[in-house]
Nanobody, 118 residues
Framework: VQLVESGGALVQPGGSLRLSCVAS????????GGWYRQAPGKQRELVAG???????HYIGSVQGRFTIPRDNAKNTLYLQMNSLKADDTALYYC????????WGSGYWGQGTQVTVSS
């Protein structure tokens, strides 16, 4: 499975971005499941996850600001980010867990940089 993320950019505080992750290859092996991020000097963390049947989970700091829609027909996972803050600055990774496995397993994209700064 290959994952290609896009949509990262420099944005001002309070702005919005939409990240995209397109999966190709043996996509029947699992599902597009989550977005992680890693800021300099910090560990990679789960930002938002979606199960194979559509249940979503968000970490507290993005609850109400981010959503994680998925278009199964297009093999694409999105991360809609609103009201962005400086603390959201990080490299964002798409995750494709294998079937029956939890978020954080399986395949990863190369990352797309989000920088929130005035």
């Amino acid at each position: 499975v290959q994952l290609v993320e896009s949509g990262g950019a420099l944005v001002q505080p309070g702005g919005s971005l939409r990240l995209s992750c397109v999966a190709s290859g043996n996509t029947n092996d699992g599902y597009l499941g989550g977005w992680y991020r890693q800021a300099p000097g910090k560990q990679r963390e789960l930002v938002a996850g979606i199960t194979s049947n559509g249940f979503t989970h968000y970490i507290g700091s993005v609850q109400g600001r981010f959503t994680i829609p998925r278009d199964n027909a297009k093999n694409t996972l999105y991360l809609q980010m609103n009201s962005l803050k400086a603390d959201d600055t990080a490299l964002y990774y798409c995750n494709f867990p294998l079937s029956g496995r939890s978020w954080g397993s399986g395949y990863w994209g190369q990352g797309t940089q989000v920088t929130v700064s005035s």
